[in-house]
């Protein structure tokens, strides 16, 4: 999927749809469940394992240290979860699982989903290229639908877009 093909670029979109946030859907509700499972199961095995009362040799900090685990599992998950691509006129805001990057569309040369990656990437200006984790393969149809929408983004607001602030002459 390349946006530059036809070098003429676009009107900016009106549409509030196209503006609409970018978030993946299966691995989203996979993640929250997890992280609720993770919560119970590490929870109730930091309450029932034997202590020295019981004959056993666990002690509090053991328990401790296991419901901090699931805590921190659970953790990781929620923020597996709240990935996201956020679109403004303006730039795109991207939180991968452990970065927060603002881009700006001039900035944004070409939109990828293909190959085996498995999210849209990005490539910039600097020839960095910036994996878009909120849309991922594994939402099929739907993903493929959310990159061609980025990629009508980046057409109509990225480098080749004709200014709204200059007329054709």
């Given at each position: 999927?390349?946006?530059?093909s036809?070098?003429?670029?676009?009107?900016?979109?009106?549409?509030?749809?196209?503006?609409?946030?970018?978030?993946?859907?299966?691995?989203?509700?996979?993640?929250?469940?997890?992280?609720?499972?993770?919560?119970?199961?590490?929870?109730?095995?930091?309450?029932?394992?034997?202590?020295?009362?019981?004959?056993?040799?666990?002690?509090?900090?053991?328990?401790?240290?296991?419901?901090?685990?699931?805590?921190?599992?659970?953790?990781?998950?929620?923020?597996?979860?709240s990935?996201?691509?956020?679109?403004?006129?303006?730039?795109?805001?991207?939180?991968?699982?452990?970065?927060?990057?603002?881009?700006?569309?001039?900035?944004?040369?070409?939109?990828?989903?293909?190959?085996?990656?498995?999210?849209?990437?990005?490539?910039?200006?600097?020839?960095?290229?910036?994996?878009?984790?909120?849309i991922?393969?594994?939402?099929?149809?739907?993903?493929?639908?959310?990159?061609?929408?980025?990629?009508?983004?980046?057409?109509?607001?990225?480098?080749?877009?004709?200014?709204?602030?200059?007329?054709?002459?």
């Open positions: 999927m390349t946006p530059r036809g070098g003429t670029g676009s009107a900016p979109p009106d549409d509030v749809e196209a503006f609409a946030p970018f978030h993946p859907r299966r691995g989203r509700t996979v993640a929250y469940a997890f992280a609720a499972a993770t919560l119970v199961v590490f929870g109730v095995i930091a309450v029932v394992l034997p202590g020295p009362e019981q004959g056993g040799t666990w002690r509090a900090g053991d328990r401790v240290f296991f419901a901090a685990v699931g805590v921190a599992i659970a953790v990781l998950l929620w923020r597996f979860a990935i996201r691509a956020l679109p403004t006129r303006e730039s795109l805001t991207v939180r991968n699982l452990f970065t927060t990057r603002v881009i700006s569309w001039r900035s944004v040369v070409d939109v990828r989903f293909g190959g085996g990656d498995p999210w849209v990437t990005i490539e910039l200006d600097d020839t960095d290229t910036i994996a878009v984790m909120a991922q393969k594994a939402d099929a149809e739907v993903a493929r639908s959310e990159a061609s929408r980025l990629a009508a983004l980046v057409q109509a607001l990225g480098p080749s877009a004709t200014s709204p602030d200059v007329t054709p002459g």
